[in-house]
């Protein structure tokens, strides 16, 4: 189970632990940083009969205001007792949560500190743990650790609280410093989209198609100019003819994919099989581009609420703009399952390194695009650097892993599209697999 405080599909942290601290007979937290306001929540949240052990980090810091808070609480309940990691030469950063039901311990181990922003507003990613690795993670990992913190007293609180002060200073000015550091990023990234937009802008057709493409030059004359803005009948019937042509490709590949044994399916709804060539209230403002998409089955969508759709999931496609035709592994702006599991997934070094390698073994004609940033997707130097691009990804923007077309490449020729296109999600299937958030 992942809880995640932004994303529409997971739960907050502080909803699970609502729940958890309901019925628990015992606590243990450990946490990096902990606030006045989350100290507060953790005691309400808590049976008055619940045994509770508080192990707090001082290094981000956390205030004194928090600490006479803690210190209030223990001397409110002798099942309440707070000790304080003060160990020489180790940055404590762990951010924990455990909870016994009964005989069993449930814990939630992240990125959450133990404030309001870590439990309801920040983006911050947890984990459920439960079974022996809970019992495990308690008894050899929190108890060691409770054991070799020294007492909270009001005696250290005020000692604490003299060296807080002028480091409070301190770490506002190195907020501020981050603060510049990410409107600097910001910049950089909001300059990069506008030149990627001038140049798609630029770059209409260069030269006629020639025959026997199996996109002609009307199909992706429907997409220039100011035809994705033209809602009239007659813009309607030149994109209706790039339906009809993608269609057919429909046609010719669902075949081929079911017997290459792929879990992809197309949509469930035939309308549905290729994007719309109308304006609706479902569409971008400017229709830009047209995608025949597979992904998974009408089934494991609909186990994930009956609203849900193949536009919130990860799939593979192929799509034509006014310039260039090409196949896609795409997770969409509204996919936050397959996102919040990849960026997860992500989190880990060995992880971080196959999906490395994954893309170098796609070799320079395939393309990673974040944020409207396109690059190579063999560029990268090491498995860091390319998660680091990812790492800027957001929902409400496309994550596409993909090959580009030119209108008169004749790989995507009458004779060969179909297997070209086969050959690219042969390739992209890997990647999409990898990606995808996969169903218990």
């Not at 199909?219 to 813009?235: I, K």
């Not at 339906?243 to 290459?260: F, I, K």
């Amino acid at each position: 189970m992942m809880v995640n405080n932004l994303s529409p599909f997971f739960s907050k942290l502080r909803s699970v632990l609502t729940v958890e601290l309901a019925s628990a007979k015992s606590v243990c937290v450990a946490a990096a940083l902990f606030s006045k306001k989350g100290v507060e929540e953790l005691q309400e949240l808590t049976q008055s009969d619940a045994t509770v052990e508080i192990l707090v980090g001082l290094d981000l810091p956390t205030p004194p205001a928090a600490l006479a808070r803690l210190l209030k609480w223990s001397q409110e309940s002798e099942r309440v007792s707070v000790r304080v990691w003060v160990t020489p030469d180790t940055y404590f950063h762990p951010k924990v949560y455990l909870v016994k039901q009964v005989d069993k311990w449930v814990a939630f181990v992240g990125s959450a500190n133990c404030t309001e922003s870590g439990w309801q507003h920040n983006e911050e990613l947890s984990t459920r743990v439960a079974g022996t690795a809970a019992d495990d993670l308690q008894e050899s990992w929190f108890r060691p650790r409770f054991r070799e913190g020294v007492l909270l007293t009001s005696e250290f609180i005020e000692e604490y609280s003299a060296s807080f002060a002028s480091r409070d200073e301190a770490d506002q000015a190195a907020r501020e410093a981050a603060r510049k550091a990410r409107q600097a990023w910001q910049k950089w990234l909001a300059e990069q989209r506008k030149a990627a937009e001038a140049a798609e802008i630029e770059t209409s057709l260069k030269r006629p198609v020639r025959l026997g493409q199996y996109f002609r030059e009307e199909h992706y004359a429907a997409f220039d100019g100011t035809m994705p803005l033209n809602e009239t009948a007659a813009a309607n019937r030149e994109r209706y003819k790039v339906y009809d042509q993608m269609m057919r490709l429909h046609r010719s590949l669902e075949p081929l994919v079911v017997a290459a044994g792929w879990d992809l399916h197309p949509h469930y709804e035939p309308s549905n099989v290729v994007s719309s060539p109308e304006h609706t209230s479902r569409t971008e403002k400017a229709i830009r581009a047209m995608w025949l998409n597979y992904g998974r089955h009408k089934d494991d969508i609909k186990s994930y609420g009956r609203e849900f759709t193949p536009m919130v999931f990860i799939r593979l496609e192929v799509i034509i703009f006014n310039n260039h035709l090409a196949t896609w592994c795409r997770i969409g702006k509204d996919g936050a399952f397959d996102r919040d599991a990849f960026k997860a997934k992500m989190l880990e070094p060995s992880n971080r390194a196959d999906y490395f390698a994954l893309l170098q073994a796609l070799g320079e004609r395939y393309f990673i695009e974040v944020q409207g940033i396109k690059k190579t997707a063999n560029a990268f130097e090491s498995a860091d650097s390319l998660a680091n691009f990812v790492r800027s990804d957001r929902q409400g923007s496309y994550l596409v892993i993909g090959k580009d077309y030119e209108p008169n490449d004749h790989e995507i020729s009458e004779a060969l599209l179909p297997q070209t296109i086969m050959r690219d999600w042969a390739h992209l299937y890997q990647v999409y697999q990898w990606m995808r958030r996969h169903e218990r």
